[in-house]
């Protein structure tokens, strides 16, 4: 069976403190691997795909990158609007995502 | 602006009741999906259609019914059976089998259902 963990639950940062979420995922024949970022009482909004080992994607402050067993989303000196739950996903056969319970990200200023 | 709307963004449901939450989406997309997701938990598929007037069931279909008659509609019913229907309900829609593979799912805004 398809599954995805996120570590930590909860992340409680200072801003300028960079750290990183973990998702670490079992299926068989992955076929992509998302991120998303989930705003309190909003849809999640994409961020990033990744397919192969060794990919690794940057927008701003956030960079992902992909093993053949996790991705970790790393943050870069976050700000407190990167405060939001980030979602990772990951497509196996057919078009279905197998989604992990996120992580809930905090940056106080 | 291309996107996916869901409505109503906040719906009150009494025991006994069927409901209908409405989702539309301008992306031409081929493939929609409804998602349910509940506090702690990551999202749970209820239904999935690839293409209009075929659709299939998720890992929590029970209780629940879709439609897809037309290429940017995909209402869900959450129906009297479901026993545990409180919750927050999402929308979304990929480019399907014409993306070669690619499985980008954009979200809508959500709708929250409360049974009272």
């Known amino acids: 069976e398809d599954q995805v963990t996120q570590s930590p639950e909860a992340l409680r940062l200072q801003e300028g403190e960079s750290s990183s979420l973990n998702c670490s995922y079992t299926?068989?024949?992955?076929?992509?691997l998302f991120w998303y970022r989930q705003d309190p009482g909003k849809g999640p909004e994409f961020l990033f795909t990744?397919?192969?080992a060794g990919e690794e994607k940057e927008k701003e402050r956030l960079k992902a990158t992909l093993t053949k067993k996790e991705s970790f989303l790393h943050i870069t000196a976050p700000k407190p609007e990167d405060s939001a739950t980030y979602l990772c996903?990951?497509?196996?056969?057919?078009?279905?995502?197998?989604f992990g319970a996120g992580t809930i990200l905090r940056v106080k200023s | 602006d291309g996107g996916i709307t869901q409505s109503p963004k906040y719906l009150f449901r009494k025991e006994g009741q069927n409901v209908t939450l409405s989702c539309e989406q301008n992306?031409?997309?081929?493939?929609m999906y409804w998602y349910r997701q509940d506090p702690g938990q990551g999202l749970r598929l209820i239904y999935y259609?690839?293409?209009?007037?075929?659709?299939q069931k998720g890992d929590i279909a029970e209780g629940y019914s879709v439609s897809r008659e037309k290429k940017e509609s995909f209402p869900l019913t959450v129906t009297s059976a479901q026993k545990n229907p409180t919750a927050f309900y999402l929308c979304?829609?990929?480019?399907?089998?014409?993306?070669?593979?690619?499985?980008?799912?954009?979200f809508g805004p959500g709708t929250r259902l409360t049974v009272l």
């Open positions: 979304a829609s990929s480019i399907g089998v014409a993306g070669q593979g690619r499985n980008e799912q954009f």
């Open positions: 299926v068989s024949g992955l076929r992509g």
């Open positions: 990744l397919y192969s």
């Open positions: 996903a990951v497509q196996a056969h057919g078009n279905k995502l197998v």
């Open positions: 992306l031409n997309h081929d493939a």
């Open positions: 259609s690839q293409i209009v007037n075929d659709f």
